[in-house]
C-alpha cells in the first residue's frame, strides 16, 4: 500500500532559507524526466510490520463485521502517526480518516467505554469539513495502542468504519479492544527484537575488532625477528641483507597497518544501537555543537529500516560528510536530507559555503574516497557538485535492499 512520508525535521535560524529542495536523478534514466523533490517522493518501503498487521485486520473486520479499517503507529521521532496497514480503505477515504473528527457528531462528544471511542458519523458526513462521502457510512470506533507503562503512552491508532450505528458498550467494542491490546503487544515487540538484534551485532563487532587487534602480535613477533637480524647484518656490514631485511620490515609495517585500520573500522563501530535515525540524529546535533554551523536534519523516510551493515556505512559516509563541511567548507548553514524515491534511498549532504573542492586524493587524506568504496559495499554510489561561491553538495543514493543483498554486494 502507499505511505505517506514523515518529516522528521531540525531547522536552522530561521534568517536563512535553502533556494531550493535537493534533488535526485536516479541513474540510467532520460534527461527529460526531472529529478524526485522532497515533497513529492515516492511511497516509503513498507514495514516488516504490515504484513502481519493486515492479516490480522482482515480478521477484525470479519469478526465485528466492519466495512474497513486502518492502523497507524508514530514513527522513530515523528510527530504524526502514519498508517501502516489498511485493509477495504478506497483512496479518498484514506485521505480523508486522518481528519475525522470524532466530536463532530450531534452529541457533541464521542462515547469513550475502556478506551474505545465509538462516533456517529452519519450526520457528519454531510458537513463541509467531512470530505469523505462515497459510501453510506454510519459509525467509526477508534482504539489506542498504547505501551506497558500506561494509558497515556500511546504509539498508534486503529480505526475502524461501520456502515450501522456502534456503541462502545457491546460485544464489538470489546473485541476492538483486544485486538487493540494485541496490535500494542506485537509492535513493542517487534521493536524490542530489532533494537536487541542491532545490540548483539554490534557487540558481535566489537568483539571481532579486539580479536583482530590481539591478532596485531603475530606480526609484531615477525617485526621483531626481522629487525634482530637487521640489526646482526648492519653489525657484520652484510649490505645486501641489510636492505633485504629493512624491505621486510617496511612492507611487513605497510601491510599490517593497511588491513587493521581496515578491518577495524569496518568492525569497530561508534554508531548508537538503537539504529540509524537516532544515530543521524545525535550526530547533526554534535556537529552544530561543535562547529557551530547551523545544520537541518530533514527525514522523509517513514519507515527506515535497513540491514545493520547499510546503517554502518550510511552513518560513517555522512559522519566524514559533515567532518569535510566542519573543517574545509566556510559554510554557515548545512543540511541533511534523506529521501526514498524511485525505488532508492537518498542522502543528501550539502552546504553554503564557498565551493570549488576538488576531492582530489592527498597522502594521508583519502576521506572522499573511502566514502565511495563504502558506498560501494552497499551497492550505491556518491556524487558530488562543489561549484565557488555555492556551497558543496553530495549525494549518497543506492536501491532497496532485496532479500540477496549479501550476495549483490558482497
Given at each position: ?12 535560524a530561521?534568517?536563512?532559507?535553502w ?16 529529478p ?16 502481519l498487521?493486515?492479516k ?17 503507529i ?29 466530536a ?5 462528544k464521542a ?12 450526520s ?23 505501551g ?18 456502534q ?35 554490534i557487540?558481535?563487532?566489537q568483539?571481532i ?10 606480526n ?9 637480524l ?25 601491510s ?23 544515530a ?36 560513517h559516509?555522512v559522519?566524514?560528510a ?15 536530507i ?15 559555503g564557498s ?16 566514502m ?19 556551497g ?18 558482497g
Amino acid at each position: 500500500m502507499s505511505k505517506k512520508t514523515n518529516s522528521v525535521r531540525n531547522t536552522p535560524a530561521a534568517d536563512f532559507s535553502w533556494a531550493s529542495d535537493s534533488g535526485f536523478t536516479p541513474p540510467r534514466q532520460g534527461a527529460g524526466k526531472s529529478p524526485g523533490k522532497a515533497h513529492e517522493p515516492a511511497a516509503s518501503p513498507v514495514s516488516e510490520l504490515q504484513p502481519l498487521l493486515e492479516k490480522l485486520l482482515e480478521t477484525l473486520l470479519i469478526a465485528v463485521k466492519a466495512n474497513s479499517g486502518i492502523i497507524r503507529i508514530l514513527p522513530y521521532l515523528g510527530q504524526e502517526l502514519q498508517p501502516i496497514s489498511s485493509v477495504g480503505m478506497p483512496a479518498e477515504l484514506l485521505a480523508a480518516e486522518s481528519s475525522f473528527n470524532l466530536a463532530c457528531e450531534p452529541g457533541g462528544k464521542a462515547e469513550n467505554v475502556r478506551g474505545v471511542y465509538s462516533a456517529d458519523i452519519s450526520s457528519c458526513m454531510a458537513k463541509p469539513h467531512c470530505s469523505y462521502t462515497g459510501c453510506m457510512l454510519k459509525s467509526i470506533m477508534v482504539a489506542h495502542l498504547q505501551g506497558d507503562h500506561g494509558p497515556e503512552n500511546h504509539f498508534g491508532k486503529l480505526t475502524l468504519f461501520f456502515d450501522s450505528p456502534q456503541s462502545s458498550d457491546n460485544y464489538t467494542s470489546k473485541t476492538v479492544l483486544s485486538f487493540a491490546n494485541l496490535l500494542s503487544s506485537i509492535v513493542e515487540q517487534h521493536k524490542s527484537i530489532r533494537d536487541a538484534k542491532r545490540v548483539d551485532l554490534i557487540a558481535e563487532r566489537q568483539a571481532i575488532a579486539n580479536e583482530i587487534h590481539d591478532s596485531l602480535a603475530q606480526n609484531l613477533v615477525y617485526t621483531r625477528m626481522r629487525t634482530s637480524l637487521l640489526l646482526e647484518s648492519i653489525r657484520t656490514g652484510n649490505e645486501l641483507m641489510t636492505t633485504k631485511y629493512a624491505h621486510d620490515i617496511d612492507d611487513a609495517l605497510e601491510s599490517s597497518q593497511k588491513t587493521v585500520r581496515e578491518l577495524i573500522t569496518d568492525f569497530r563501530c561508534a554508531m548508537d544501537p538503537s539504529g540509524l535515525i537516532n544515530a543521524l540524529q545525535t550526530l547533526t546535533g554534535q556537529f552544530s555543537h561543535r562547529s557551530e554551523i547551523a545544520i537541518e536534519y530533514v527525514n522523509h523516510v517513514t519507515h527506515l529500516e535497513l540491514p545493520l551493515e547499510y546503517e554502518i556505512q550510511i552513518f560513517h559516509i555522512v559522519q566524514e560528510a559533515l567532518a569535510n563541511i566542519a573543517t574545509h567548507s566556510g559554510a554557515s548553514h548545512a543540511r541533511l536530507i534523506v529521501e526514498f524515491t524511485d525505488n532508492y534511498y537518498v542522502f543528501t549532504i550539502e552546504d553554503n559555503g564557498s565551493g570549488g573542492c576538488t576531492f582530489t586524493p592527498v597522502e594521508g587524506h583519502y576521506g572522499m574516497m573511502i566514502m565511495r568504496e563504502r558506498a560501494q559495499r552497499i551497492g550505491g554510489e556518491i556524487k558530488v557538485k562543489s561549484s565557488k561561491g555555492f556551497g558543496t553538495h553530495v549525494q549518497l543514493f543506492f536501491p532497496e535492499p532485496g532479500v540477496d543483498w549479501r550476495k549483490v554486494n558482497g
